[in-house]
């Protein structure tokens, strides 16, 4: 059995910064991309960020220059940045990653089960 566990979520002022970070543990051959979606009240899920294994990064335009994501392969881990934080920013964020089971199936997109980010005064 396969987890996705984000943490550091939480309530932070306009102007402020948080770091997401989700793990994965359980059995799997190995970690494709992973990437970040956020969805807020009342809206549709927005992909916020992805990072190949290499290290390729893509970031949605309304982060960029605030967000930055990163990885750790040997922690099977994914990191989330969030600098200037607007109350815009405020959503569940959820952690995505692509898994590769020792049977070689791939699990495009697996999820986590979301971290509240709250921005406000």
């Known amino acids: 059995q396969v987890q996705l566990v984000e943490s550091g979520g939480g309530l932070v002022q306009p102007g402020g910064s948080l770091r997401l970070s989700c793990a994965a543990s359980?059995?799997?051959?190995?970690?494709?991309?992973m990437g970040w979606y956020r969805q807020a009240p009342g809206k549709q899920r927005e992909l916020v960020a992805t990072i190949t294994r290499a290290g390729d990064t893509t970031v949605t335009s309304s982060v960029k220059g605030r967000f930055t994501i990163s990885r750790d392969n040997a922690k099977n881990a994914v990191y989330l940045q969030m600098d200037s934080l607007k109350p815009e920013d405020t959503a569940i964020y959820y952690c995505v990653a692509k898994f590769q089971y020792e049977s070689g199936y791939v699990d495009p997109d697996y999820w986590g089960q979301g971290t509240q980010v709250t921005v406000s005064s």
């Open positions: 359980g059995s799997f051959f190995t970690i494709y991309d």
